[in-house]
């Protein structure tokens, strides 16, 4: 036992390991990750479409993505933010969580390249394609307090439209955890208080999906909270549920960091 | 908050119990009750859910509170908001000054991502939550995402988000007054692997009062 080392050997280790770990999670990470996907890029196959569906402004849809198969979620006005939670199909006790992402990957700015993580430390959803790079994953969808503080009366929102959806599923609110919403461009100021961005919005805007394992989603295409223009400037959205390519050893979403490349280890062993 | 109110003194306190490091807690407050939380030796982060008394699928919700707050940290003043939008807490008094509430808690799994599988085998706040939720009947199911007092997590303009040295000292302490009856469930952080902790975690102190209004 000569070679034990002491509880402060242990700790500066450990702090070195951090600083590591810091360091190419905020600085060498962000600079290889790839470029936003252009309005007019990325067209899917037409074989490869399983199936597609508008989910009109205040509504709600729930989708059932095998692994391997991608989401195309596009806001076709400019006008629409899509909240988003899922679960493990097979499970759902392990489901999306927000925190753990935005902690993985050094970062609560989510673009193409990064990746939605489970409470299980497993990867649930690749950003395989993304046009926006601006999204939320820190304020959360509406809610019928927020609505009713906003209008004056309770208007359909994301956290009823979250209930009503896992009820189908024999779910509950108990089931609901904090949720990411795609064309919500939430930033902070250095103060921390939450900014809109509303110039980073775009008709057409897209986000495709790529789920890592078998999982039921649901999405709740309703004005974010700090939309100013809400809530009658919100408009319909497309889903487009495809057969995704299979992802090449370089995969930009599978090979971003340490972290990422262990997230998916422990995710492929669920089906190998 | 106002400032008005009589200073809390120890000697007044209806429990004190101190929390060895990386070990659960939980109690009821009723409404007006007063816990503070005292970060004992400095530098140690704990991790608290809150849920209803009467319907515990009632509980904290971070996003909720911070989008009423229309900020990302927890401070003096901030209403703790359940996820049916109801104020179930606020923080009443803070020698602190930085919490959080957006950096979840340490699990094995997560730990096992971040800094290696090695990691997997070591005490986490989720072990500690899973333990003490199931006293109430409640499992994995009912943990959301938490509050991070005494956790120094700032995040910048570009979304950079870095868990850095906490900045309480000694003796440091923030106080929480109940707006309805809630249970109270604290993991006192065992993460070694970042600074949340100081790489070392230490005991923390919980004090509770009663509302001053059952004290006359």
Same mark, same amino acid.
């Given at each position: 036992?000569?070679?034990?080392?002491?509880?402060?050997?242990?700790?500066?280790?450990?702090?070195?390991?951090?600083?590591?770990?810091?360091?190419?999670?905020?600085?060498?990470?962000?600079?290889?990750?790839?470029?936003?996907?252009?309005?007019?890029?990325?067209?899917?196959?037409?074989? /490869?479409? +399983? %199936?597609?569906?508008? #989910?009109?402004?205040?509504?709600?849809?729930? =989708?059932? &993505?095998?692994?391997? !198969?991608?989401?195309?979620?596009?806001?076709?006005?400019?006008?629409?933010?899509?909240?988003?939670?899922?679960?493990?199909?097979?499970?759902?006790?392990?489901?999306?969580?927000?925190?753990?992402?935005?902690?993985?990957?050094?970062? /609560?700015? +989510? %673009?193409?390249?990064? #990746?939605?993580?489970?409470?299980?430390?497993? =990867?649930? &959803?690749?950003?395989? !394609?993304?046009?926006?790079?601006?999204?939320?994953?820190?304020?959360?969808?509406?809610?019928?307090?927020?609505?009713?503080?906003?209008?004056?009366?309770?208007?359909?929102?994301?956290?009823?439209?979250?209930?009503?959806?896992?009820?189908?599923?024999?779910?509950?609110?108990?089931?609901?955890?904090?949720?990411?919403?795609?064309?919500?461009?939430?930033?902070?100021?250095?103060?921390?208080?939450?900014?809109?961005?509303?110039?980073?919005?775009?008709?057409?805007?897209?986000?495709?999906?790529?789920?890592?394992?078998?999982?039921?989603?649901?999405?709740?295409?309703?004005?974010?909270?700090?939309?100013?223009?809400?809530?009658?400037?919100?408009?319909?959205?497309?889903?487009?549920?495809?057969?995704?390519?299979?992802?090449?050893?370089?995969?930009?979403?599978?090979?971003?960091?340490?972290?990422?490349?262990?997230?998916?280890?422990?995710?492929?062993?669920?089906?190998? | 908050?106002?400032?008005?109110?009589?200073?809390?003194?120890?000697?007044?306190?209806?429990?004190?119990?101190?929390?060895?490091?990386?070990?659960?807690?939980?109690?009821?407050?009723?409404?007006?009750?007063?816990?503070?939380?005292?970060?004992?030796?400095?530098?140690?982060?704990?991790?608290?859910?809150?849920?209803?008394?009467?319907?515990?699928?009632?509980?904290?919700?971070?996003?909720?509170?911070?989008?009423?707050?229309?900020?990302?940290?927890?401070?003096?003043?901030?209403?703790?908001?359940?996820?049916?939008?109801?104020?179930?807490?606020?923080?009443?008094?803070?020698?602190?000054?930085?919490?959080?509430?957006?950096?979840?808690?340490?699990?094995?799994?997560?730990?096992?991502?971040?800094?290696?599988?090695?990691?997997?085998?070591?005490?986490?706040?989720?072990?500690?939550?899973?333990?003490?939720?199931?006293?109430?009947?409640?499992?994995?199911?009912?943990?959301?995402?938490?509050?991070?007092?005494?956790?120094?997590?700032?995040?910048?303009?570009?979304?950079?988000?870095?868990?850095?040295?906490?900045?309480?000292?000694?003796?440091?302490?923030?106080?929480?007054?109940?707006?309805?009856?809630?249970?109270?469930?604290?993991?006192?952080?065992?993460?070694?692997?970042?600074?949340?902790?100081?790489?070392?975690?230490?005991?923390?102190?919980?004090?509770?009062?009663?509302?001053?209004?059952?004290?006359?």
């Amino acid at each position: 036992m000569t070679t034990a080392r002491t509880k402060q050997e242990i700790s500066a280790a450990n702090r070195r390991r951090y600083e590591e770990l810091r360091a190419a999670g905020q600085e060498l990470t962000p600079k290889g990750l790839p470029e936003a996907t252009a309005l007019d890029a990325a067209p899917i196959a037409p074989g /490869a479409i +399983i %199936s597609r569906e508008h #989910v009109p402004a205040g509504w709600y849809a729930t =989708v059932r &993505l095998r692994r391997g !198969e991608a989401l195309r979620i596009v806001d076709d006005s400019g006008r629409s933010s899509v909240s988003l939670i899922g679960w493990r199909e097979e499970d759902t006790s392990e489901r999306i969580n927000c925190a753990d992402t935005v902690k993985v990957q050094w970062s /609560a700015a +989510i %673009s193409k390249g990064r #990746v939605i993580l489970s409470d299980m430390g497993r =990867v649930l &959803l690749s950003l395989i !394609e993304d046009t926006s790079g601006a999204h939320d994953i820190m304020v959360g969808g509406s809610t019928p307090a927020s609505t009713l503080a906003a209008f004056g009366a309770t208007t359909r929102n994301t956290q009823d439209n979250l209930l009503s959806a896992a009820a189908k599923i024999g779910l509950g609110l108990r089931d609901i955890p904090p949720c990411v919403t795609f064309f919500a461009p939430v930033s902070l100021d250095a103060e921390g208080r939450f900014l809109w961005n509303s110039d980073r919005k775009r008709p057409g805007d897209f986000v495709d999906l790529r789920a890592e394992m078998n999982l039921v989603v649901v999405l709740s295409n309703c004005a974010h909270p700090l939309d100013p223009a809400r809530p009658s400037a919100s408009g319909p959205i497309t889903l487009i549920r495809y057969r995704a390519p299979p992802p090449a050893p370089d995969d930009p979403c599978r090979t971003t960091s340490p972290e990422i490349v262990r997230a998916f280890e422990f995710t492929d062993r669920l089906y190998t | 908050m106002t400032g008005l109110a009589a200073p809390l003194l120890i000697s007044d306190a209806a429990y004190s119990h101190d929390i060895p490091a990386e070990r659960p807690w939980s109690r009821v407050l009723k409404q007006g009750q007063t816990l503070r939380i005292i970060d004992s030796e400095g530098q140690q982060a704990v991790d608290a859910l809150l849920y209803a008394a009467d319907d515990p699928a009632e509980r904290y919700s971070s996003q909720d509170t911070l989008r009423v707050q229309g900020s990302a940290y927890v401070e003096l003043g901030t209403r703790l908001v359940s996820n049916k939008g109801r104020v179930m807490a606020h923080i009443s008094a803070d020698s602190c000054g930085r919490h959080d509430t957006s950096a979840g808690c340490c699990s094995c799994e997560s730990n096992a991502v971040r800094f290696g599988e090695a990691t997997k085998y070591q005490h986490a706040c989720r072990e500690n939550f899973i333990l003490e939720l199931s006293k109430h009947g409640l499992t994995k199911r009912d943990i959301v995402a938490n509050l991070n007092f005494f956790m120094n997590v700032p995040i910048d303009p570009s979304g950079a988000f870095t868990v850095v040295d906490g900045i309480s000292a000694p003796g440091n302490y923030v106080d929480v007054t109940a707006d309805m009856d809630v249970l109270f469930v604290i993991s006192n952080c065992p993460q070694v692997n970042n600074p949340c902790n100081g790489f070392n975690p230490t005991p923390i102190r919980v004090v509770i009062w009663d509302s001053p209004e059952d004290l006359t």
